[in-house]
């Protein structure tokens, strides 16, 4: 942010309570990890999405992420520790949201891991 002269504003709440702010981009990571989270999570960035707002989200394969509604962009190899993982070495992905246009179940398409 300080090499391209932009300011990151820290935010103590929770921001699903509010719109989706004017930004361009919102970067969204690792909350498909509880049913009732990624079933909040989802329609707000589908908000920001109608609102003009390209969404990404990253993830390492967490069980409630709605794959049907995303296009991978990039994946990553990521050295974790089982201390705060099953693996000490994980898959993370770089996603960009789909259209709802693209006919993807966006809220429907879990998967497991």
């Known amino acids: 942010a ?3 002269g932009r300011r990151i504003a820290l935010v103590r709440r929770d921001v699903l309570d509010d719109e989706p702010p004017d930004a361009d981009v919102i970067l969204a990571g690792d909350w498909a990890y509880e049913a009732g989270l990624a079933a909040r999570v989802l329609p707000w960035l589908r908000r920001a999405q109608d609102r003009g707002i390209d969404v990404l989200v990253g993830d390492p394969g967490r069980r409630y992420l709605p794959t049907g509604a995303l296009v991978e962009l990039a994946s990553y190899e990521v050295r974790t ?3 705060l993982e099953d693996l000490d070495l994980r898959t993370g992905r770089v996603f960009r949201l789909a259209p709802e246009s693209d006919g ?3 809220q ?3 998967h497991g891991t």
């Open 2 to 4: 300080r090499a391209n």
């Open 81 to 83: 520790t089982t201390d």
């Open 104 to 106: 993807l179940p966006g």
């Open 108 to 110: 429907t398409a879990m």
